[in-house]
T-cell receptor, first 112, second 115 residues
Framework: GDSVTQMEGPVTLSEEAFLTINCTYT??????LFWYVQYPGEGLQLLLKATKADDKGSNKGFEATYRKETTSFHLEKGSVQVSDSAVYFC???????????FGGGTRLMVKP | DARVTQTPRHKVTEMGQEVTMRCQPI?????VFWYRQTMMQGLELLAY????????DSGMPKDRFSAEMPDATLATLKIQPSEPRDSAVYFC?????????????FGQGTRLTVV
């Protein structure tokens, strides 16, 4: 079945540092890929998505590129802020019905 | 600003009691999901509805959990009887009827504590 693997956290960075959170997936066909973010006490919010190979999703300074050859969708940001502290989930959907398969989540802590 | 609404936000109950969690999906969305989030298991899909019909509830313990959609504006998740191991945050999410545009919109969750 489909699965998503992302790096375990927590990831602790200083403000303005470069961020990479690795995500790889296993799926048949051509899944859509997502990054969701969860702030403390909140539900998950879509951060960015990509629906086909080589697409780059971007939002709020975050980027991720759909790499079919390496089955990866790594999240990057050039300069993190304290307000980016949250849990980040990589996910895929492999059908037309919005059902998501999530990775385990990576907690990011950004220190001033 | 359309959003998925879940009630209650917090629930503390005693073991053995019935718990009902409610979800109002975004108007016009035709898919509804129930997820459970725990520290140990992460996010687990419990049930999935499309056009109010259950499509997948294989992740749900059948002996105590039940999920229904009485109408297009309400989804419910019931636990009877509840157990301490059911303590978790339960999220509802809904999605648009657009093929291959598979974004899901999440509610803020119901934090359940069973003592």
């Amino acid at each position: 079945g489909d699965s998503v693997t992302q790096m375990e956290g927590p990831v602790t960075l200083s403000e303005e540092a470069f961020l990479t959170i690795n995500c790889t997936y296993t799926a048949t066909g051509y899944p859509s890929l997502f990054w969701y973010v969860q702030y403390p006490g909140e539900g998950l919010q879509l951060l960015l998505k990509a629906t086909k190979a080589d697409d780059k999703g971007s939002n709020k300074g975050f980027e991720a590129t759909y790499r079919k050859e390496t089955t990866s969708f790594h999240l990057e940001k050039g300069s993190v802020q304290v307000s980016d502290s949250a849990v980040y989930f990589c996910a895929l959907s492999n059908n037309a019905g919005n059902m998501l398969t999530f990775g385990g989540g990576t907690r990011l802590m950004v220190k001033p | 600003d359309a959003r998925v609404t879940q009630t209650p936000r917090h629930k503390v109950t005693e073991m053995g009691q019935e718990v009902t969690m409610r979800c109002q999906p975004i108007l016009g969305h035709n898919t509804v999901f129930w997820y459970r989030q725990t520290m140990m298991q992460g996010l687990e899909l419990l049930a999935y509805f499309r056009n109010r019909a259950p499509l997948d509830d294989s992740g749900m313990p059948k002996d105590r959990f039940s999920a229904e959609m009485p109408d297009a504006t309400l989804a419910t998740l019931k636990i009877q009887p509840s157990e301490p191991r059911d303590s978790a945050v339960y999220f509802c999410a809904s999605g648009r009827p657009v093929p291959l545009d598979t974004e899901a919109f999440f509610g803020q969750g119901t934090r359940l504590t069973v003592v």
